[in-house]
């Protein structure tokens, strides 16, 4: 995946579901020097145990966590001005929305 993300030349990535931070830890590393991974999960805790490696791989600040229920995530998102293309992986969550800033995520 870091090979891809980097092969892609990839700037900004969103997560939706973040677990531990494998994923956002792989993606992350394959982001461009500038670039930008928001990790989003309803879940406070299991996310902050990908804190500390994703520190340790020098990638810390490029992850930015954003805790709640993706939808109300994405929202907030849109309402903050993000858009982009986007491709979704295994999500069921319909990220794709969020590359309309005019569509709200039900
Ligand atoms: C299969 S895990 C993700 C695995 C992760 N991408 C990885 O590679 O380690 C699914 C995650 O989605 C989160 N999740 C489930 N429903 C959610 C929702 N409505 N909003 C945000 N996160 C949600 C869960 O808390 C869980 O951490």
Known sequence: MTLLVGAMGVKKALEVG??????????ALGLAEDGE????D??????????????????????IFRPGPAAQSLNALIDEGH????????????????SSPTRRIR
């Open 18 to 27: 973040t677990f531990t931070g494998y994923s956002a830890l792989c993606i």
């Open 37 to 40: 991974f928001i990790a989003l």
């Open 42 to 63: 309803i879940d406070e805790e299991w996310p902050s145990f990908g804190r500390r490696y994703w520190a340790e791989a020098g990638v810390g600040d490029k992850v």
């Open 83 to 98: 858009q982009g293309r986007v491709s979704t992986s295994s999500s069921s969550t319909p990220t794709s929305e969020i």
